[in-house]
């Protein structure tokens, strides 16, 4: 049973920091891609990040420069450090796995989701 269970969400003011993480169970992170995204109210879920087995990342054009993802093999985990905030970085964040042989920023490519967690900037 894959779970994936997400934390580091909060309040910050524009232009802070927060660090999300995506703690894996039930399947190993460095042989998956893996994968951010974000609903704001209102708006579809959209791609934010991800992370191929060979380390390979891609980035949505909106976070490009300000987001890093990456990954802890040995705590099978993946985070997201997301720096210079802007209010229009206000979403739920989700993790996500995908079970597909080609990587991909489609949110239909990916199987295995989080519970979110929400991530507010205020400014």
């Known amino acids: 049973q894959v779970q994936l269970v997400e934390s580091g969400g909060g309040l910050v003011q524009a232009g802070g920091s927060l660090r999300l993480s995506c703690a894996a169970s039930?399947?190993?992170?460095?042989?998956?891609?893996m994968g951010w995204f974000r609903q704001a109210p209102g708006k579809e879920r959209e791609f934010v990040s991800m992370i191929t087995r060979w380390s390979v990342t891609n980035y949505a054009d909106a976070v490009k420069g300000r987001f890093t993802i990456s990954r802890d093999n040995a705590k099978n985990s993946v985070y997201l450090q997301m720096n210079s905030l802007t209010p229009e970085d206000t979403a739920v964040y989700y993790c996500?796995?995908?079970?597909?042989?080609?990587?991909?920023?489609?949110?239909?490519?990916?199987?295995?989701w989080g519970q979110g967690t929400q991530v507010t900037v205020s400014s």
């Open positions: 996500a796995a995908s079970s597909g042989l080609v990587p991909s920023s489609n949110v239909n490519n990916y199987h295995y």
């Open positions: 039930g399947l190993t992170v460095s042989r998956t891609t």
